[in-house]
């Protein structure tokens, strides 16, 4: 018994912050059998270790087995959503992850994961309000609903919310170039032409790094002509320009070549959030974000992505 209590205290370690949340969820011997306990924690973990290995449909039907042994355990409800949601499914994910609220309505976890339900389903309006719900309980997820204002178009009330945040704290790099760039709006000043050759503007670049004009040409460049250079300017421009959607276009778009899906993947979805009012830019994402899934023979994902490309290029 001692050791098996060792084992779970250590595989609880392994899930924080989840054992946050299900640390009084995990049904005890008062509450059914010891042999039904055992039952449900070995089918627990085993729907854990599903979910890391992207086994989702197996880490549902574990969590159904500890759903019938223990009825409506916030910690299996919780899980239930977030695999449901990795499937795409997200009106199951939905169902389960409002269960679970309802046992614990200002659990920041589980509204933080409903947040990304909605974002999923564009539902930004009621992302906003679920937002709103979490920032009551925890002010400095403000940053959050700045990102959710842009998506929804409500520049304006994001503008106000960053002057709030900039005047109480400062503002992240990433903060201040978003609001830089939503003062500029759609203002596109005319400016002399730089020169095309990829060495000459290296070249340019080195004189000037503050240009984002210039990395743009050689990124836009060096996809088209020389992969090494990519992969050297795409990862220093994301470092240089955190808040421009397009160098992490870029990144992703060499690492897709480079098969590295999985890193592709965490930074194409990074940087979408960046993208304002660009139809054309924003289904370049889809594209990728499309290719990287196809790359880990996700085919359900990939159709959905490229779908949604096809969505967008649709719209006049």
């Not at 945040?165 to 609001?179: D, F, T, V, W």
């Not at 320009?241 to 897709?256: D, E, I, K």
């Not at 009012?277 to 023979?297: C, P, Q, R, T, V």
């Amino acid at each position: 018994m001692n050791k098996r209590i060792t084992i779970l205290i250590f595989l609880g370690f392994l899930y924080y912050p989840f054992f946050s949340l299900a640390q009084d969820s995990i049904p005890t011997a008062k509450d059914i059998s010891e042999e039904k306990e055992l039952k449900f924690q070995q089918y627990f973990f085993k729907a854990l270790s599903e979910k890391s290995i992207m086994n989702y449909e197996n880490a549902i039907r574990n969590l159904e087995n500890c759903h019938e042994l223990l009825p409506n355990t916030v910690s299996v409800l919780f899980e239930l959503s977030k695999n449901y949601l990795f499937l795409n499914r997200t009106t199951e994910a939905k169902i389960y992850i409002k269960k679970a609220l309802a046992k614990k309505p200002d659990d920041i976890w589980m509204l933080s994961h409903l947040v990304a339900i909605y974002k999923k389903e564009y539902d930004y309006k009621n992302a906003i309000i679920t937002q709103k719900q979490i920032i009551k309980t925890d002010p400095s997820k403000r940053e959050g609903m700045v990102f959710l204002y842009v998506q929804n178009k409500e520049y304006k009330k994001a503008i106000e919310l960053m002057d709030i945040l900039e005047y109480e704290e400062g503002l992240s790099e990433n903060l201040k170039k978003l609001k830089t760039n939503l003062h500029r709006g759609k203002s596109k000043p005319v400016e002399k032409k730089e020169p095309a050759d990829l060495k000459a503007l290296i070249k340019n670049f080195e004189n000037n790094p503050s240009s984002f004009k210039v990395l743009k040409m050689i990124l836009q460049k060096a996809a088209l002509e020389d992969q090494t250079i990519l992969n050297i300017y795409s990862k220093e421009a994301v470092e240089l320009f955190p808040a421009q959607p397009f160098v992490y276009l870029m990144r992703g778009r060499f690492l897709n070549y480079q098969k590295s899906y999985k890193k592709a993947l965490v930074i194409l979805q990074s940087g979408i959030d960046f993208v304002i009012d660009n139809k054309s830019m924003e289904a370049g994402f889809y594209d990728e974000i499309s290719k990287a899934y196809l790359g880990l023979n996700n085919i359900a994902k990939a159709d959905e992505y490229r779908n949604k490309a096809k969505r967008l290029r649709a719209v006049k």
